[in-house]
């Protein structure tokens, strides 16, 4: 098919002028090296092009004039993050009442293992399920069934009595995981304005840090408890929280209005947007947006189900590679193992006191939350890829700095202390935030639920070598060696963050596959959108050709 795509100049306000209209070429014979070859990673969209990123109403021109977070905006989030927030609660409680745990029922360091690692194999099973279960019946229904395993799993851990039924209820922590471990993000990102997105996504992780704390605490509120009472009693706490998730999805927060439009039902979804957008703002143009990538995105990829993922075309290849890549590489970096085992490496440093243990939990806990915060604050200003950077070399240093303490005959407390709190610093204001916000951004709409199933599941996958092997690692090749390890892991990660991950700050999410096209070359799905966007220039010129010849007869008649 002809198309006139080299033909056309961008002029004023967007539009486009034919320049040549007697010149023609096919589809397949256009270069697009010169595009590809100027496309850098670090660049922010731009006003786009016909054949670039299309214009569109969502947050304002892409991020040049910024919507305002609604009310219902800043509402719907604080609902969806307490997903996160119950998954930070279970890593807190953990910290501390895994010897609490191993001493009560005289479990082994083996066993221990297990019961640490278990929960990752258990949430790679709920993974399975989540694609289907927030595809077929929403965000907002999947959050809820999460949320109701979360439930179950922390009053079975509190009445268990053996390793039996302590497993039992792991394992319904695990499935609760599993199920909802990216759907708050997924959530958020689908309901925010292009421009707020990175901050909004970020209290994702935020929560997930006050649950962390709250965790900590909970050693602290039942300090003066007998040992094999007071741990049943933190498990028993954490119900609340999904409790109160469930409550606020039947009362309080609607459903993704992409989920909506992904279903046909787009009068609730324009209802959805605007509660979020303000009053003068135009839904319907989201929604029509919204529509027509997801239509785009479907027929580029010519395929149904898990075929797009399994036979992907050379733009979904590379989004697969950085979107699962970014999830590995988040675990990769060791942070399971350090945060799960943190109170036996805090005794390692020479740390023995149980009130001391727990203070520096605490006091982490905070610097974790903190730094969280000023990421939220960074996202939307200098982007996800710089700060991935500062992230990795940081946390790559602060792995160095332990590893040399370590190697020392004379371990220095308060330096081993000071090299925790760096590292947990630095990965909590890039690397924790930022990878499931890019692997959320990246992924197309239509096949957004299984790829962040896929991407769930590898992240489990590596959390469960990582923190399963904990001790066996350290102690064959030592604490130094360990850190060592995990610094180089920290290298490789920044490598392929430099090489692979491109800015996402400021893109609409339906843009996404088209960005990965033009990287890519990708003729399946730019070919696509050249000519639907000459089908769709033809019916505008057509109609106002209608409009000019009604307007002259109109004029001829009087």
């Given at each position: 098919?002809?198309?006139?795509?080299?033909?056309?100049?961008?002029?004023?306000?967007?539009?486009?002028?034919?320049?040549?209209?007697?010149?023609?070429?096919?589809?397949?014979?256009?270069?697009?090296?010169?595009?590809?070859?100027?496309?850098?990673?670090?660049?922010?969209?731009?006003?786009?092009?016909?054949?670039?990123?299309?214009?569109?109403?969502?947050?304002?021109?892409?991020?040049?004039?910024?919507?305002?977070?609604?009310?219902?905006?800043?509402?719907?989030?604080?609902?969806?993050?307490?997903?996160?927030?119950?998954?930070?609660?279970?890593?807190?409680?953990?910290?501390?009442?895994?010897?609490?745990?191993?001493?009560?029922?005289?479990?082994?360091?083996?066993?221990?293992?297990?019961?640490?690692?278990?929960?990752?194999?258990?949430?790679?099973?709920?993974?399975?399920?989540?694609?289907?279960?927030?595809?077929?019946?929403?965000?907002?229904?999947?959050?809820?069934?999460?949320?109701?395993?979360?439930?179950?799993?922390?009053?079975?851990?509190?009445?268990?009595?053996?390793?039996?039924?302590?497993?039992?209820?792991?394992?319904?922590?695990?499935?609760?995981?599993?199920?909802?471990?990216?759907?708050?993000?997924?959530?958020?990102?689908?309901?925010?304005?292009?421009?707020?997105?990175?901050?909004?996504?970020?209290?994702?992780?935020?929560?997930?840090?006050?649950?962390?704390?709250?965790?900590?605490?909970?050693?602290?509120?039942f300090l003066n408890m007998p040992d094999n009472v007071s741990w049943r009693w933190m498990f028993g706490m954490g119900s609340i929280f999904p409790g109160v998730l469930i409550a606020l999805g039947f009362l309080v927060f609607p459903e993704s209005p992409r989920w909506l439009v992904l279903q046909g039902r787009h009068v609730e979804a324009s209802k959805v947007l605007a509660q979020i957008y303000p009053e003068d703002f135009d839904v319907e143009v989201i929604v029509k947006d919204i529509r027509e990538r997801i239509d785009k995105e479907e027929e580029a990829n010519r395929a149904t189900g898990w075929d797009v993922i399994l036979f992907p075309t050379p733009a979904i290849q590379s989004i697969l590679v950085v979107g699962i890549g970014i999830a590995i590489a988040e675990q990769a970096t060791g942070i399971a193992a350090i945060q799960y085992f943190l109170a036996f490496l805090i005794e390692e440093t020479g740390i023995t006191a149980k009130e001391g243990q727990i203070g520096v939990l605490i006091g982490l806990g905070i610097l974790k939350l903190v730094f969280t915060a000023i990421s939220g604050q960074l996202l939307d200003v200098i982007g996800r890829r710089k700060l991935l950077f500062v992230s990795l070399a940081g946390m790559a240093f602060s792995l160095l700095l332990l590893s040399v303490n370590f190697l020392v005959s004379t371990r220095n407390t308060s330096f081993a202390v000071f090299g925790i709190a760096l590292y947990l610093s630095f990965y909590s204001v890039g690397m924790g935030p930022a990878a499931w916000l890019v692997s959320t951004e990246i992924f197309p709409t239509s096949i957004r639920s299984k790829s962040l199933s896929v991407a769930t599941f590898s992240n489990r996958v590596v959390a469960t070598l990582v923190s399963s092997t904990f001790f066996s690692l350290a102690y064959a090749i030592s604490w130094a060696g360990f850190f060592l390890l995990m610094a180089a892991v920290c290298l490789v990660v920044l490598m392929f963050v430099w090489i692979q991950v491109p800015e996402t700050k400021g893109r609409p999410l339906e843009d996404m596959t088209l960005h990965f096209a033009e990287l890519t070359g990708d003729q399946n799905f730019l070919g696509l959108e050249n000519n639907l966007a000459e089908m769709k220039d033809t019916i505008e010129m057509t109609e106002a050709e209608m409009a000019y010849e009604e307007g002259n007869l109109s004029g001829t008649m009087a």
């Open positions: 098919m002809p198309s006139n795509v080299d033909n056309w100049e961008e002029g004023e306000n967007g539009s486009f002028d034919e320049a040549n209209p007697d010149s023609e070429r096919d589809l397949d014979d256009y270069d697009n090296s010169e595009r590809i070859t100027s496309i850098n990673l670090d660049d922010e969209p731009t006003s786009p092009t016909r054949f670039g990123m299309r214009q569109t109403q969502e947050g304002g021109k892409r991020g040049e004039e910024h919507v305002p977070i609604s009310r219902s905006a800043y509402t719907f989030t604080a609902c969806a993050v307490i997903n996160s927030l119950t998954f930070g609660y279970e890593i807190g409680i953990n910290t501390g009442a895994a010897k609490l745990i191993q001493d009560d029922l005289g479990l082994t360091s083996v066993e221990l293992e297990v019961y640490i690692g278990s929960f990752n194999i258990f949430a790679m099973i709920g993974t399975i399920f989540a694609h289907f279960l927030s595809d077929s019946f929403g965000r907002r229904r999947a959050l809820q069934t999460s949320a109701l395993c979360y439930i179950i799993g922390y009053i079975t851990m509190a009445s268990s009595l053996d390793y039996l039924f302590l497993m039992v209820g792991r394992a319904f922590l695990g499935l609760g995981l599993g199920l909802g471990i990216a759907l708050d993000t997924m959530y958020i990102a689908e309901i925010s304005p292009a421009c707020h997105r990175g901050y909004l996504v970020s209290w994702s992780h935020i929560a997930q840090n006050i649950g962390i704390l709250f965790g900590f605490s909970s050693g602290l509120i």
